[in-house]
């Protein structure tokens, strides 16, 4: 796989959202710690767009970080990878005149889809399914992924039925549709899927055949992996996070994000000969695909000693709700779902560094009991390692932006704390 610097062009092409970010030059005169300079990130962050992976948006991010970094005296490459893109046109189920919004769940098996079909519900048993279109309540799990059981086993009946399509009605806490991420094998559903707001599932008790369209298309497409590199002779950390998702992802990627951007401020500021690997990844929602092709084809660079890899996985700082009111309630504090994972030889280090931030227990991390990404960097054998990671009410849907799922506030807490954390590191 060739490694490429970003170029003038990319930054050109990045638009008008790359120029409205700040200035390197005005965001290192910052405190990156402060509430103001982790807000401003997130915020930049959410304006760049819907960040799946690929996408304008995504392409964007890798310009905006590579940017930083390079202002802060860091050696940036980036890594392509390819990357499919589904863009669509027109996804909808029409009953009896009425009308709703479907969200297809990828990896469909198909690009266009004109049918009509009786609806029939998945739990009256595989009778009657054969050619019609069947539907079924995909209940809230916090990890919305496609390899969940629950998931997994509900798509299978209804394809082993004989069904045309299934229509999932998601449940959480938001009421708004829940975009599950891409199951780790990347192989299209055995039938098209598609997921529908709990809002709009009266449609589904209606009587007689209903219509399902579909126009879309499948783009082959290409994503970036971002590296930053400061070779200072001193001990090297590896600091790690996702940058893409299935939304604008101000929750779950944008403290993530703010905090990888501030550590790389304050290393780059200290005056330790400290030496550090900052990598940002794409593919997140697309079964880590950014950071298995790192993995696979910068084993070497990875495998060189370092202190401890930190991984900034999801929703590391979001708003706890109050969520048996309607509309739902936010409270000034953390979701309290959260936590840390690190290495046995670390956990004395860390326990320390986080004692004082709310919500946010210490465990040992081991393989086959980590989550996210920190799950896949582990069983590649990297080690030490630190994992944070957390759950949002937001997570994967539309309505997951900025002051809604997190603040710079909020995130401060952490900033303090893993800033403590690399100085003991090192």
């Given at each position: 796989?060739?490694?490429?610097?970003?170029?003038?062009?990319?930054?050109?092409?990045?638009?008008?959202?790359?120029?409205?970010?700040?200035?390197?030059?005005?965001?290192?005169?910052?405190?990156?710690?402060?509430?103001?300079?982790?807000?401003?990130?997130?915020?930049?962050?959410?304006?760049?767009?819907?960040?799946?992976?690929?996408?304008?948006?995504?392409?964007?991010?890798?310009?905006?970080?590579?940017?930083?970094?390079?202002?802060?005296?860091?050696?940036?490459?980036?890594?392509?990878?390819?990357?499919?893109?589904?863009?669509?046109?027109?996804?909808?189920?029409?009953?009896?005149?009425?009308?709703?919004?479907l969200a297809p769940q990828e990896p469909m098996p198909i690009e266009r889809?004109?049918?009509?079909?009786?609806?029939?519900?998945?739990?009256?048993?595989?009778?009657?399914?054969?050619?019609?279109?069947?539907?079924?309540?995909?209940?809230?799990?916090?990890?919305?992924?496609?390899?969940?059981?629950?998931?997994?086993?509900?798509?299978?009946?209804?394809?082993?039925?004989?069904?045309?399509?299934?229509?999932?009605?998601?449940?959480?806490?938001?009421?708004?549709?829940?975009?599950?991420?891409?199951?780790?094998?990347?192989?299209?559903?055995?039938?098209?899927?598609?997921?529908?707001?709990?809002?709009?599932?009266?449609?589904?008790?209606?009587?007689?055949?209903?219509?399902?369209?579909?126009?879309?298309?499948?783009?082959?497409?290409?994503?970036?992996?971002?590296?930053?590199?400061?070779?200072?002779?001193?001990?090297?950390?590896?600091?790690?996070?996702?940058?893409?998702?299935?939304?604008?992802?101000?929750?779950?990627?944008?403290?993530?994000?703010?905090?990888?951007?501030?550590?790389?401020?304050?290393?780059?500021?200290?005056?330790?000969?400290?030496?550090?690997?900052?990598?940002?990844?794409?593919?997140?929602?697309?079964?880590?695909?950014?950071?298995?092709?790192?993995?696979?084809?910068?084993?070497?660079?990875?495998?060189?000693?370092?202190?401890?890899?930190?991984?900034?996985?999801?929703?590391?700082?979001?708003?706890?709700?109050?969520?048996?009111?309607?509309?739902?309630?936010?409270?000034?504090?953390p979701n309290p779902d959260r936590g840390v994972a690190a290495s046995a030889?670390?956990?004395?280090?860390?326990?320390?560094?986080?004692?004082?931030?709310?919500?946010?227990?210490?465990?040992?991390?081991?393989?086959?009991?980590?989550?996210?990404?920190?799950?896949?960097?582990?069983?590649?054998?990297?080690?030490?390692?630190?994992?944070?990671?957390?759950?949002?009410?937001?997570?994967?849907?539309?309505?997951?932006?900025?002051?809604?799922?997190?603040?710079?506030?909020?995130?401060?807490?952490?900033?303090?704390?893993?800033?403590?954390?690399?100085?003991?590191?090192?």
């Amino acid at each position: 796989m060739r490694c490429s610097t970003v170029t003038r062009r990319d930054f050109i092409a990045s638009g008008a959202a790359l120029m409205a970010a700040p200035a390197g030059v005005r965001a290192a005169t910052r405190d990156p710690r402060s509430a103001e300079s982790l807000d401003a990130d997130i915020r930049t962050y959410d304006k760049l767009g819907v960040h799946r992976t690929a996408s304008v948006a995504d392409h964007r991010t890798t310009a905006w970080l590579g940017r930083h970094m390079r202002a802060l005296g860091y050696r940036v490459t980036t890594h392509p990878f390819a990357a499919e893109r589904f863009e669509v046109d027109r996804a909808i189920l029409t009953v009896q005149g009425r009308a709703a919004r479907l969200a297809p769940q990828e990896p469909m098996p198909i690009e266009r889809l004109a049918v009509e079909a009786p609806l029939r519900p998945l739990a009256d048993g595989p009778g009657g399914l054969r050619g019609a279109i069947t539907y079924a309540d995909f209940p809230y799990r916090r990890d919305a992924s496609l390899a969940n059981a629950v998931y997994a086993d509900l798509i299978a009946r209804a394809a082993a039925a004989g069904a045309v399509a299934l229509i999932a009605v998601t449940r959480g806490p938001t009421g708004q549709v829940i975009i599950f991420n891409v199951p780790n094998d990347g192989r299209p559903t055995p039938l098209p899927v598609f997921l529908l707001e709990p809002r709009d599932e009266r449609l589904l008790r209606q009587s007689g055949a209903a219509r399902l369209d579909l126009v879309a298309r499948r783009r082959a497409g290409t994503a970036y992996n971002t590296l930053a590199q400061l070779d200072r002779g001193g001990p090297r950390l590896i600091v790690s996070t996702p940058q893409s998702g299935w939304t604008h992802c101000a929750g779950e990627r944008g403290p993530g994000v703010a905090l990888w951007r501030a550590l790389a401020q304050m290393v780059a500021r200290s005056p330790r000969p400290i030496s550090a690997l900052f990598i940002a990844t794409s593919g997140h929602e697309a079964a880590h695909s950014g950071l298995e092709s790192l993995l696979r084809s910068e084993r070497a660079l990875l495998a060189r000693p370092f202190a401890a890899w930190i991984h900034l996985g999801a929703n590391l700082a979001t708003y706890d709700y109050q969520r048996d009111v309607e509309p739902l309630q936010l409270l000034p504090t953390p979701n309290p779902d959260r936590g840390v994972a690190a290495s046995a030889q670390l956990l004395p280090l860390v326990r320390e560094a986080f004692a004082g931030v709310p919500a946010m227990p210490v465990g040992e991390a081991r393989v086959g009991a980590a989550f996210g990404e920190a799950r896949t960097i582990l069983g590649a054998g990297f080690e030490p390692i630190i994992g944070l990671v957390g759950s949002g009410v937001f997570h994967h849907v539309e309505g997951d932006r900025a002051g809604v799922s997190t603040s710079g506030a909020l995130v401060q807490p952490l900033a303090g704390a893993l800033a403590e954390l690399c100085n003991r590191l090192t």
